[in-house]
Antibody
Framework: EQLVESGGGVIRPGGSLRLSCVASGFRLEDHGMSWVRQVPGKGLEYVSGDLWNGRERGYADSVKGRFTISRDNANNSLSLEMKSLRVEDTAVYHC????????????WGQGTMVTVTS | DIQMTQSPSTLSASVGDRVTITCRASQSVSYWLAWYQQKPGKVPKVLIYQASKLHPGVPSRFSGSGSGTEFSLTVTSLQPEDFATYFCQQYNIGPYTFGQGTKVDVK
C-alpha cells in the first residue's frame, strides 16, 4: 500500500499548481483522504480532506477559497488544485489516507515540496 | 475551526520515565481524537485513535484517554525510540485540525 505525490515545484506568488496523489495497493473509494502540509521542522497543518464519496470535509481557513480538493476513484487518485499561491503556502504537502472505522490517518505519502518565492 | 492546544511544547525526559502530554480542544470533539508520533525525516505514524484505542502494532506502553475537550497521551516507560514529536488531531468536525506538537527530548 502506497501513496505517491507529484506536482510540487517552485512557483511565483499568485501562481497556481496542481498536486496529484496516486494510490496503489488499495481502493481509494474505500477511504476518506486528506492533504496535510508541513513546513520542514514545523508542525502539521490540515489543508483539506474528503470522504470516500467525495464530500468535502472542510478547508483550513488559510487556504479556503484558493485550494480545491478532488478525487478520481476510477484512477485511484486524489488532487489538490492550488491558486493564488502565497509565500506562506511553502511546505511539503502530504497525501494521507483515513483509516477505516475512524482509525485515524494510517497511511502517509512522502510528500511533494511546494516553494512559493519571488 | 476547532483549535487544538497541546502542552507542554517541549518535554525533557529520561529512559524509563512516565510521560504525559495533554491536548485541549476549543469545543467538544467527542472521542474523535488521534495521536501521532513523528521522527525527524519521517512521516507521522498513528499511535492512538478514537481517543483511547491503540493502533495495531503500537506498543502497549502508549495509551490515550479523554473525551470532549480534554485528552492525554501517556507513555508508561519511555524507551530510546520514543524520543520524537507528538501531535494530536481532532477528526470530529472539518477541517480536522492538529495540535502544534510536543517534542519529547532527552533530559
Amino acid at each position: 500500500e502506497q501513496l505517491v505525490e507529484s506536482g510540487g515545484g517552485v512557483i511565483r506568488p499568485g501562481g497556481s499548481l496542481r498536486l496529484s496523489c496516486v494510490a496503489s495497493g488499495f481502493r481509494l473509494e474505500d477511504h476518506g483522504m486528506s492533504w496535510v502540509r508541513q513546513v520542514p521542522g514545523k508542525g502539521l497543518e490540515y489543508v483539506s480532506g474528503d470522504l470516500w464519496n467525495g464530500r468535502e470535509r472542510g478547508y483550513a481557513d488559510s487556504v479556503k477559497g484558493r485550494f480545491t480538493i478532488s478525487r478520481d476513484n476510477a484512477n485511484n487518485s486524489l488532487s489538490l488544485e492550488m491558486k493564488s499561491l502565497r509565500v506562506e503556502d511553502t511546505a511539503v504537502y502530504h497525501c494521507v489516507r483515513g483509516g477505516t472505522g475512524g482509525s485515524g490517518n494510517d497511511l502517509w505519502g512522502q510528500g511533494t515540496m511546494v516553494t512559493v518565492t519571488s | 475551526d476547532i483549535q487544538m492546544t497541546q502542552s507542554p511544547s517541549t518535554l525533557s525526559a529520561s529512559v524509563g520515565d512516565r510521560v504525559t502530554i495533554t491536548c485541549r480542544a476549543s469545543q467538544s470533539v467527542s472521542y474523535w481524537l488521534a495521536w501521532y508520533q513523528q521522527k525527524p525525516g519521517k512521516v507521522p505514524k498513528v499511535l492512538i485513535y478514537q481517543a483511547s484505542k491503540l493502533h495495531p502494532g503500537v506498543p502497549s506502553r502508549f495509551s490515550g484517554s479523554g473525551s470532549g475537550t480534554e485528552f492525554s497521551l501517556t507513555v508508561t516507560s519511555l524507551q530510546p525510540e520514543d524520543f520524537a514529536t507528538y501531535f494530536c488531531q481532532q477528526y470530529n468536525i472539518g477541517p480536522y485540525t492538529f495540535g502544534q506538537g510536543t517534542k519529547v527530548d532527552v533530559k
